[in-house]
T-cell receptor
């Protein structure tokens, strides 16, 4: 079974530029998550989708971050304009619906803002 | 209320030792408690998980102890090996499928 795919793996941009990350979840997984992991910290949920609807985006900085999952499969996370403090790993994860189902993570997209 | 507090921040043990990582939570709506293992450059991977209706769960060398009344749970790694060196995160999940992570424990196991 293929895992959660993310791209690009690494990105370096200047502050105020924009960047987009793509995620393809495990086939059949209705729930998709984007997490931000700053170095030395635990992952923090940015947004959670159930199919193509948003379940939770309470911690998404909506003035600069946006995410979509138009067809209920793959998803894109965009940052515009980027700030230095956005330097982090952006982890995509997916799961079958239901609280007891395992959440599987991709390997992450590493963003450095200079 | 949504936080999961994890300690210690780092842990160094010798091969064969039994590192213990502790977590505490406040929100009684949490009903699923996984532990994730993360190697450098990789995403977190599920290690073991427990639901609050049991007090202990063991899978291989990894054991979760759960104290519902104290709202605490811990991970024990028996006969630790250098290959166990990684960062470990506890987490908690409620009825919205939202997974809240602890701050992580960096474990180093020396030969």
């Amino acid at each position: 079974e293929a895992g959660v795919a993310q791209s690009p793996r690494y990105k370096i941009i200047e502050k105020r530029q924009s960047v987009a990350f793509w995620c393809n979840p495990i086939s059949g997984h209705a729930t998709l998550y984007w997490y931000q992991q700053i170095l030395g910290q635990g992952p923090k949920l940015l947004i959670q989708f159930q199919n193509n609807g948003v379940v939770d985006d309470s911690q998404l900085p909506k003035d600069r971050f946006s995410a979509e999952r138009l067809k209920g499969v793959d998803s894109t996370l965009k940052i515009q304009p980027a700030k230095l403090e956005d330097s982090a790993v952006y982890l995509c994860a997916s799961s079958l619906s239901g609280v007891a189902n395992t959440i599987y993570f991709g390997e992450g997209s590493w963003l450095t803002v200079v | 209320q949504q936080q999961v507090k994890q300690s210690p921040q780092s842990l160094i043990v010798q091969k064969g030792g039994i590192p213990i990582i502790n977590c505490a939570y406040e929100n009684t709506a949490f009903d699923y408690f996984p532990w994730y293992q993360q190697f450098p450059g990789k995403g977190p991977a599920l290690l073991i998980a427990i639901r609050p209706d049991v007090s202990e769960k063991k899978e291989g060398r990894f054991t979760i102890s759960f104290n519902k009344s104290a709202k605490q749970f811990s991970l024990h790694i028996m006969d630790s090996q250098p290959g166990d060196s990684a960062t470990y995160f506890c987490a908690a999940r409620g009825n919205t499928d939202k997974l809240i992570f602890g701050t992580g424990t960096r474990l180093q196991v020396f030969p």
